[in-house]
C-alpha cells in the first residue's frame, strides 16, 4: 500500500490512506486515553507516540520527540499494513474525546484548505452535537464564509466525526 505522507511540524506528521480503511468513526489515542483498536495500542506501547487520530483517510501522528517521528511513522506503517490485513470487519470508533478529535480535524482537514487564502479557524465549543468555530484573517467577514463553514467545516467534521450534526460560526 502507497501511503501518501505530509509532515506538519518536527513532531507531527498525516499518512494519508490510497483506499479508505474499514473504519467507522475516528479512533483517537494518547499516553492516558486508551483505544480499543489494536491497531492504536500497538503503535502506543512503543512509547514514541504523543498523539494518535485514526480515521477511514488518514492517521494523524504525534511524537514525544522530534528524533522519534521517523521511527514512529516506520513502525506505524508496518502496523497499518498488519492490522489492514488482518481486520475482520468495520471498527467503530467510540465519541469519546470528541472535542480533542474536532482539534486536530480541523487543523490536519480544514486549516490548510483555509490558509492558502489567508484565512485560518479557530475551535471554540462543542456542545450537544453542535461545533462552533471562528473564522480568523481573510475568512472572518468573506461573503463566502457561511457556505465554506457547511460545504468545507461542516461536511468533513460530519463524514470524521457521525456524533457531529451541525457546524456554527461564533
Given amino acids: 500500500m502507497v501511503i501518501e505522507e505530509k509532515n506538519i511540524s518536527p513532531t507531527e ?21 486508551s483505544s480499543n483498536l489494536p491497531l492504536l495500542q500497538n503503535i502506543a506501547e512503543t512509547n514514541l507516540a504523543e498523539t494518535l487520530l485514526l480515521t477511514a483517510d488518514f492517521l ?20 497499518i499494513d498488519d492490522f489492514i490485513a488482518a481486520a475482520p470487519a468495520i471498527q ?9 478529535k474536532i482539534r486536530i480535524i480541523l487543523k490536519t482537514a480544514i486549516a490548510p484548505y483555509l490558509q492558502k487564502d489567508g484565512g485560518d479557524i479557530e475551535f471554540v465549543n462543542y456542545e450537544n452535537s453542535i461545533v462552533s468555530v471562528h473564522f480568523l484573517g481573510k475568512c472572518h467577514g468573506c461573503s463566502y464564509a ?10 468533513n467534521l460530519i463524514r470524521y466525526l457521525p456524533q457531529v450534526r451541525e457546524a456554527v460560526l461564533i
Fill in 92 to 100: 467503530t470508533a467510540s465519541e469519546q474525546q470528541t472535542a480533542e
Fill in 13 to 33: 506528521t498525516l499518512l494519508y490512506f490510497p483506499e479508505p480503511q474499514p473504519i467507522r468513526g475516528t479512533f483517537y489515542h494518547t499516553p492516558s486515553t
Fill in 60 to 79: 494523524y501522528l504525534q511524537s514525544t520527540v522530534p528524533e522519534g517521528l521517523d521511527d514512529l511513522t516506520a513502525i506505524t506503517l508496518a502496523e
Fill in 146 to 155: 457561511e457556505k465554506t463553514l457547511k460545504n468545507r467545516v461542516e461536511k
